[in-house]
């Protein structure tokens, strides 16, 4: 069987949160965020917007900044949770300059002028947002895992577009348009065991937690609820079982660690059953 070509994120999947007092950035945000590209919350207090980002893995935030004095401490929550892109609208008048260079120093990743970048809000939740960023980064399989099919890339690809979230082998055979059975028996031959569709699906949800981990914003805790684990010693479990590290040590670790650490405890598993 031949796949079909996998979507890259599961758009439905990805929550856009406007922190929008007035109510025309609130219209601009639904009408320009359509059902294709994601769902979308609106916040109007610091405390509302603080609790979602902390309830739900949150792929972009738009902060208006035509709004009351809040605005500034909303921005500023893109220091805490660097993985969330934060994009501000801006009538830019000249009262607004301190708030503008105040998202330049948060590191928000956009802003746009309101009336004139309208069409542009769209473009900014795609190229910006947390799944298409990770999904980006994760455009190929590393190499040390050994899926060179074209059954076997396309999959890693839609399983990378979910960013982390929870990927069922059914929606994910359905993508592809083959059946569950031919698509594990697609995983772990070829000369890379360590690769089942399992293991694979596990590896990218922890590097989505170890990205997740690095936000100070965020604790253990909070990266087990966005990422849909059952409680932080089933992620200190999976870490353990895949990479060989506790759950604790996600934050300091690189990509490439977790690669290596995954691709080292399958050698491992390989070798105390007598495979190897």
């Not at 996998?6 to 990805?14: D, F, Q």
């Not at 609790?51 to 792929?59: M, P």
């Not at 799944?131 to 899926?147: H, K």
Request: hydrophobic share 45%; proline share 4%; aromatic share 4%.
């Amino acid at each position: 069987m031949t796949p079909r070509r996998a979507h890259v994120a599961e758009a439905g999947s990805r929550l856009v949160v406007a922190h929008a007092p007035r109510a025309r950035t609130r219209e601009l945000v639904r009408t320009s965020i359509s059902r294709r590209d994601g769902r979308v919350a609106i916040t109007r207090s610091l405390g509302t917007l603080d609790r979602r980002l902390h309830a739900t893995l949150v792929d972009l935030v738009v902060v208006d900044l035509g709004g009351p004095e809040d605005v500034l401490a909303a921005t500023s929550l893109a220091r805490e949770f660097p993985s969330v892109a934060f994009v501000a609208v801006t009538p830019f008048r000249a009262v607004d300059a301190p708030a503008i260079a105040a998202c330049a120093n948060c590191g928000v990743a956009d802003i746009l002028a309101d009336g004139v970048d309208d069409g542009m809000l769209r473009h900014a939740v795609a190229v910006h947002g947390f799944s298409t960023r990770f999904a980006t980064a994760l455009a190929e399989p590393p190499r040390e895992l050994g899926l060179e099919t074209r059954m076997q890339r396309s999959a890693w690809r839609f399983i990378a577009g979910r960013a982390g979230r929870v990927v069922r082998t059914q929606e994910l055979a359905k993508a592809l348009a083959v059946t569950r059975e031919h698509l594990s028996r697609s995983f772990g031959h070829a000369g890379t065991p360590q690769a089942t569709l399992k293991r694979v699906i596990d590896l990218v949800r922890l590097l989505a937690a170890a990205e997740l981990a690095k936000n100070p914003g965020y604790d253990l805790r909070d990266v087990v609820r966005l990422l849909g684990y059952a409680s932080v010693s089933q992620l200190s479990a999976v870490a353990e079982r895949l990479v060989g590290r506790p759950a604790t040590s996600l934050a300091r670790l690189r990509p490439n660690d977790l690669i290596e650490g995954f691709v080292r405890t399958a050698s491992r598993g390989l070798v105390s059953s007598g495979a190897l």
